[in-house]
């Protein structure tokens, strides 16, 4: 049972634009939620995380818009440029459980 | 400051052979955790750590053992490789319980 949905698979954006990519989760326990980049022959790495109480957190380029009663999260990178290329994981969690991930989404950024 | 280190980078074994995962991390970080990563299937556990001398299994424990004898450490084995088990396999650790915050660069695994 796949616990996290994420969409699209792939994504491809000119430069300047916006870049979304989103995410739905079924357990209302959960109560943290990270997204993770990958570039290319490297492990994912942290990028921004938001608890439930809020409905959006930014940092730069990259924000993260939560709407609970939907269950549902995304990620918007602002002005995308071509070193933001990779893929992107969000994923969720609860108290004492192991990160559920999603399946990803690529992500390319043409010039 | 390392962050986390796994070793080899790059492996082809033989169906049947055994090998060992290394992983090693610098921060002190009390948990630690092994995915796998194949093409459309994200990451997915497969054994965590919650502390020297701990382990559990993830999603995906079946064919795979683990070892945490030192905190810094955390050992994954194959005893007898199969080509299902033909993946990047990342380690990562963190502070908080669940939340891997750093990964290793993976250990890509060819099963012939």
């Known amino acids: 049972q796949q616990q996290v949905k994420q969409s699209p698979q792939s994504l491809i954006v000119q430069k300047g634009g916006i870049s979304i990519i989103n995410c739905a989760y079924e357990?209302?326990?959960?109560?943290?939620f990270p997204w993770y980049q990958q570039f290319p022959g490297k492990g994912p790495a942290l990028l921004i995380a938001?608890?439930?109480?809020?409905s959006e957190k930014k940092e730069g380029r990259f924000t993260i818009s939560f709407n609970k009663s939907a269950k549902q999260f995304s990620l918007h990178i602002m002005d995308s440029q071509p070193g933001d290329s990779a893929t992107y994981f969000c994923?969720?969690?609860?108290?004492?459980?192991?990160?559920?991930f999603g399946k990803g989404t690529r992500l390319s950024v043409i010039a | 400051n390392a962050g986390v280190t796994q070793t080899p980078k790059f492996r082809v074994l033989k169906t049947g052979q055994s090998m060992t995962l290394l992983c090693a991390q610098d921060?002190?970080?009390?948990?630690m955790y092994w995915y796998r990563q194949d093409p459309g299937m994200g990451l997915r556990l497969i054994h965590y750590?919650?502390?020297?001398?701990?382990?559990a299994k993830g999603e995906v424990p079946d064919g795979y053992n683990v070892s945490r004898l030192k905190k810094q450490n955390f050992l994954l084995g194959l005893e007898s490789a199969a080509p299902s088990q033909t993946s990047v396999y990342f380690c990562?650790?963190?502070?908080?319980?669940?939340?891997?915050?750093?990964f290793g660069d993976g250990t890509r695994l060819s099963i012939l």
């Open positions: 990562a650790s963190s502070f908080r319980f669940g939340v891997p915050q750093h």
């Open positions: 357990n209302t326990a959960f109560d943290y």
């Open positions: 938001i608890r439930p109480d809020v």
């Open positions: 994923a969720s969690h609860a108290g004492n459980t192991p990160l559920v």
């Open positions: 921060m002190n970080h009390e948990y």
């Open positions: 750590s919650v502390g020297e001398g701990t382990t």
